[in-house]
């Protein structure tokens, strides 16, 4: 069989072109229409010049186009790399200066914030709005059964940026074998069904709703009901119509915070899924009180899909991640190499689903690698005699908030340029909605405040939203130890429950 990803895929939908595919608030997509589509994309991108093997960057909005785009970065052989909505042109300049795209991809009203860096990266910049307009257009006529570009199993299809230790993102390269074994596994792990119907309100740009959910609900030709994004009325009226839906913690929290939601609107629900994000024995327990639904958590990340997930049938353990995936090894060591069962280590991971390396990085290979092919993952976890896993931690400094990924020293880098700062450390603390929040501790002379709007404007500036401090506070000076490091475990624990006190004097809430 080809290896392009794509050939899987479509065989599995191709069958059924009638059924519905995405179904959004203007109207119902076929399987065969989105068919189609992508096959316009496909012939447009060869017009502008993108060939197999090529990079194509997309920072887009969510639409049934996107999605037919990115089906034809992959029928056609080319690299997808989509980019969040939420990032500003300094932040698309590195990844398109990274990348070196043949083509680059954005909404009409961003292109010429971005003409200068797309050029300098010898990309062509092409647009494309959420109804297909735009300079990108699906070429109309074109045979939609012809074959998808003949790619091998290990041939890149995708590159995602995720955070690095340097604070600059790290391109992590999926090959086609990635996506397909994965998608492969989940269809089958978690039971998927000719009737389901997937309810859909993650972004495209991040491995969970472009991969996870969209990946598996096309393996089965599912309806998907797609949402441009998670709004709780929306989501609540569209429980009626679904059958699995995929989530970040955040989506449950707030279904919770509806005092009127309950088991009635999810009658027809079979499976309620979380991750991207730790998911608290609270919301679990809370969510199956008001429901009778058991949260089925996962786990994965950028370099390697899903690694683990609870059972399907079987009990499913508040604070734990459940099993390997079938054809994946999970192992964790303590920090002299030693298999640690029982007690905190790191979590290493092999399997067809673990990444080629990063991209324009081999000689990180070394570092991310044991000698035996397990991927180190920085994640912290402890594995049960019977096989069980549990996340206690990350690489230490990482932030995970509201399913996205948060390096403290990009956002140090724009604090300690600010007149006032003398020095900044940003740290991750328990957040109600978001799981963690970030919080920013700025040491400024004698310890008085920096005027709020100066921060504000040089956080918009710089970074994506997302990515701002939650909470800032100001002190004389960040506590550190003799070799004069800072000690963000004292500010963690001292900072602990910001978002819980009823008394946040200091404090900017983003």
Known sequence: M??????????????????????????????GEIDALSAGYAEALRQAGVSPGERVVTQVD????????????????????????????????????????AAFVCRPEDAGAHAGAAR???????????????????VAGVDADSPSAPRAADDLAAILYTSGTTGRSKGAMLTHGNLASNALTLHDYWGWREDDVLLHALPIFHIHGLFVALHTAMLGASAILFLPKFDVTAVRAALARATVMMG??????????????????CARMRLFISGSAPLTAATHRAFQERTGHAILERYGMS????????????QRLAGTVGFALPGISVRVRD??????????????????????????????????????????????????????LSIVGRAKNLIISGGFNIYPKEI????????GVIESAVIGVPHPDFGEG?????????????????????????????????????????????????????????????????????????
């Not at 990115?70 to 200066?97: D, I, K, M």
């Not at 300098?120 to 699906?138: D, F, H, I, K, V």
């Not at 790191?346 to 290979?365: A, L, Q, S």
């Not at 140090?412 to 007149?419: A, C, K, M, P």
């Open 2 to 31: 080809d290896g392009n990803f794509h050939a899987l895929l479509r065989a599995r939908f191709a069958r059924r072109p009638e059924r519905p595919c995405l179904v959004a608030a203007d109207r119902v997509w076929t399987y």
């Open 303 to 314: 370099e390697a899909g899903m690694i683990a997930s609870n059972p399907l049938h079987g």
């Open 335 to 388: 920090r002299e190499g030693r298999l640690a069962t029982g007690q905190p280590g790191t979590i290493e991971v092999r399997g067809p689903n673990v990444f080629k390396g990063y991209w324009r990085m081999p000689e990180r290979k070394a570092d991310d690698f044991t000698d035996d092919g397990y991927f180190i993952t920085g994640d912290l976890g402890v594995l049960a005699p019977d096989g069980r």
């Open 248 to 265: 970040v913690p955040t989506f449950y929290t707030r279904l919770l915070a509806e005092p009127d939601f309950g088991a009635a609107e």
């Open 62 to 101: 969510k639409s049934p186009h996107a999605v037919a785009l990115y089906l034809a970065c992959l029928r056609s052989g080319a690299v997808a790399v989509p980019l969040n909505t939420a990032y500003t042109p300094a932040e698309v300049g590195y990844f398109l200066s990274d990348a070196a795209p």
């Open 438 to 510: 970030a919080v920013a501790v700025l040491a400024t002379v004698d310890g008085v405040p920096v005027d709020e709007k100066s921060i504000r404007a040089a956080l918009d500036r710089a970074l994506a939203r997302f990515k701002h401090p939650k909470a800032i506070f100001t002190v004389r000076e960040l506590p550190r130890n003799t070799m004069g490091k800072v000690q963000k475990n004292l500010l963690r624990e001292a900072y602990r429950n910001a978002f819980s006190r009823a008394e946040t004097k200091g404090t900017i809430e983003a």
């Open 120 to 138: 300098a990266a010898g990309a062509r910049t092409l647009t494309l709005e959420a109804n297909g307009g735009g300079t990108l257009r699906a």
């Open 412 to 419: 140090e880098s724009v604090l300690d340029g600010i007149d």
